[in-house]
């Protein structure tokens, strides 16, 4: 099952002509208004006064519902809050607003009508990683029957002049990690870092996962037993946050460090998530990417379908491939994307994911790729 939420259909093979009609006509005319409000002498404002009153007699009552529902694309960024020199921390605070239709509304929220959701509630969403994360509200309905669901965050991180760019830090790293993160990240296409920045994305460089968001501490990712002070990256698509730990809790309970092609995986989480605005769906949820996925997990062997645990009971690279509800899909998207761009993030893994999915790792390396590899 897929773990899709908006169900929105957005174009983005080439410009597209809007058409023509009362709304557009007033969004036209409001956003006029607001860029040359501060401009306009005092004749000019009567003008402003005459488009501004044609803008509300042409609001029908149809045109206020289409107005009323008009989804409001890219509207989830951080920006900040606070900015204290003194104590060395910056507070960033985000508005993110997330698209899902009806049906998973309905799942995720029993007893809760998808119909008349009330503003003055929180409700259920269902995230990337598919947990159900409470709080959220809701905004609004699109003209595709979909909602609108907003929650607010704030994330503190070490202070800055200005914190444009990509990359935030928390609390104190190594300029060693540092160097090795930054490397890494340039090793990503341009393209794909542009969308990530031009989306609102924020990389958060940490002492560690839990370090650089504690409500993560004691929590772990759906299908693995070890919790996030385990990893040395995680991706929360909602937020639109990549955080890299410099180091992590290993197997034997010790403090290790990071692992140096970490980025890329979370990178790929990312990009894949950021699908969604770009073209209506994560990458790893379209059916041009499923059908060559299932096709490669249906041509394994059956030792292969039937190692997904080793004697631990820890998920094996096929079971970790391999999850249900979208899960699998989503690893071994970004999987193949770190293996491509900064290499595979643990010894070996890339000779066992091309083996185990020979056709997806291809597909990503000639069609999803090259659009971005600028």
């Known amino acids: 099952m897929e773990n ?10 080439g410009p597209k002509i809007p058409n023509i009609n009362t709304v557009n006509i007033i969004e036209l005319f409001n956003e006029a208004h607001t860029l040359l409000g501060s401009r306009l002498t005092s004749a000019n404002r009567e003008t402003a006064a005459v488009i501004s009153g044609l ?19 890219k509207e989830t960024r951080w920006e900040v809050a606070k900015s204290d020199p003194l104590s060395g921390v910056d507070t960033l ?48 309905l699109n003209k595709d029957g979909t909602l609108r669901l907003f929650k607010e965050f704030e994330l503190n991180v070490n202070h800055r002049a200005s914190h444009t760019g990509l990359v935030e830090t928390i609390g104190k790293v190594s300029d060693g990690f540092r160097k090795q993160a930054d490397g890494k990240i340039k090793e990503i296409p341009e393209g794909v870092r542009k969308a990530l920045e031009e989306g609102g994305y924020k990389t958060v460089l940490a002492p560690s996962v839990i370090e650089g968001l504690p409500n993560l501490k004691g929590q772990s990712h759906p299908g693995w037993t070890q919790d996030f002070s385990h990893i040395d990256g995680t991706v929360i698509a909602e937020e639109k946050l990549i955080v890299l730990g410099e180091t992590r809790i290993d197997d034997n309970e010790s403090k290790v460090k990071a692992r140096a092609n970490q980025p890329g995986h979370q990178f790929g989480h990312a990009f894949d998530a950021l699908g969604e605005e770009l073209q209506g769906k994560y990458f790893s949820a379209t059916k041009e990417f499923l059908d ?16 997904k645990k080793d004697k631990d009971g820890d998920l094996t690279i096929v079971g970790y491939l391999t999850q249900s509800d979208g899960r699998g899909a989503r690893e071994t998207f970004a999987s193949i994307f770190g293996m491509l761009t900064t290499g595979p993030e643990n010894p070996g893994d890339d000779k066992e994911i091309v083996r185990l999915f020979p056709r997806t790792v291809d597909y990503m390396k000639t069609r999803i790729l090259p659009k971005y590899n600028k």
Request: charged share 25%; proline share 6%; net charge neutral.
């Open 55 to 73: 803008s509300i007699y042409l609001l029908t009552d149809k045109n206020k519902e289409a107005a009323a529902v008009t989804p409001v694309q």
């Open 4 to 13: 899709q939420q908006s169900g929105q259909n957005l174009e983005t093979s």
């Open 292 to 307: 060559i996925y299932e096709q490669d997990i249906k041509n394994m062997s059956p030792e292969d379908k039937n190692n």
């Open 93 to 140: 605070k985000i508005r993110s607003v997330q698209h899902i239709n009806t049906q998973q509304f309905a799942a995720d929220n029993p007893g809760a009508s998808p119909n008349d959701p009330d503003k003055n509630k929180t409700y259920n969403y269902r995230t990337y990683q598919s947990k159900l994360d409470p709080g959220w509200q809701f905004k609004g």
